[in-house]
């Protein structure tokens, strides 16, 4: 395992570790409520880094939200927010009305590595979220077996994760973040490492996914036609410390296709105003 594969694992495994962990039906309310927050980062040495100014932001229930912006803008760092993982330095997150208190498997965390547990097969790994919120043996092999097949890894149930593609391991981490039926997901850039024809396949898939089940998404990317492939809305965030700078609506139909001449068009006008916002630079530290 790499060094950031490790990391994701660690992150991922403190989510489980910390999550609520009862059965929780997806609320009939999963809109997203972020007032205010901020986050500020002190190190061991007292480094202070602003790694997001103070955020304002309504995501509806059911929406697919994209956050684009400069490396080290704080996109991550919101998501783990609005995951429950940190405390804001200031301001407030509703989740369903209710503010956000820790972890909880009404929202889950996709990384860009899977952060899928190297020691399980596919199978193990799509039921092991099952086991934690205390699902029998046979409802979470009824469980893994529909998203198995819903995710084309039918056969591979007993690969070990070293023996899939990148494709294939990003199914399974898509796999098990939905067997356990979250309320939000919050994607970061899970497709980053991905060759374009694989990544444009994923885009179907998830597109598909979401337009079925209708999950509130946040999805973090630093590609623009992804963003807009995918997103209702697109919110671009400046240079450190984050804060959201500009907001395109997507209202193309779906699904979408990367060749759409509108989607093309809509890329170019975002990519203009990214280009102007990166050209700010990060604060100093
Ligand atoms: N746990 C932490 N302790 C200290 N600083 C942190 C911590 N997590 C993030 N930061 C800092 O906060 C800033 C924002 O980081 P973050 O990972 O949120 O950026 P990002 O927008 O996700 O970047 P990228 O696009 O490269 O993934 C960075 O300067 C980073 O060094
Ligand atoms: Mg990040």
């Excluded at 999550?19 to 009939?28: A, E, F, K, L």
């Excluded at 704080?74 to 998501?79: D, I, M, P, V, Y």
């Excluded at 399974?172 to 024809?197: G, H, K, Q, S, T």
């Amino acid at each position: 395992m790499s060094v950031s594969q490790s990391l994701s694992v660690n992150k991922f495994m403190g989510w489980l570790r910390t999550t609520t962990m009862t059965t929780v039906s997806p609320p009939q309310d999963a809109s997203l409520k972020i007032e205010g927050i901020s986050k500020t980062f002190v190190s061991q040495q007292g480094k202070v880094v602003h790694a997001l100014a103070p955020t304002t932001l309504a995501v509806s229930t059911g929406e697919f939200v994209c956050f684009l912006g400069p490396s080290g803008c704080g996109k991550s760092t919101l998501l783990s927010l609005i995951a429950g993982l940190e405390q804001p330095s200031s301001g407030q997150i509703k989740f369903g009305q209710q503010p956000i208190q820790g972890t909880n498997t009404d929202r889950v965390l996709l990384f860009q590595d899977g952060a899928l547990f190297p020691w399980l097969d596919v199978q193990g790994n799509i039921e092991f979220g099952l086991r934690q919120i205390g699902k029998s043996k046979e409802e979470r092999a009824e469980i893994a077996h529909k998203w198995l097949e819903r995710m084309n890894l039918i056969g591979f149930e007993h690969h070990n994760i070293h023996q899939l593609s990148g494709g294939m391991r990003q199914r399974v981490a898509i796999a098990r973040a939905f067997a356990i039926n979250p309320a939000m997901l919050l994607m970061d850039e899970p497709f980053a490492a991905l060759d374009a024809m694989t990544r444009d396949r994923l885009h179907h898939e998830l597109e598909h996914l979401w337009a079925s089940t209708r999950k509130t998404v946040i999805f973090v990317t630093h590609n623009v036609r992804e963003a807009v492939a995918l997103g209702d809305r697109v919110m671009v965030f400046s240079p450190r410390p984050g804060r959201i700078v500009a907001e395109f609506k997507v209202d193309l139909p779906r699904p979408r296709s990367l060749e759409n001449v509108a989607l093309v068009e809509k890329t170019a006008e975002i990519m203009a105003v990214l280009q102007q916002i990166m050209a700010e630079g990060d604060e100093p530290l």
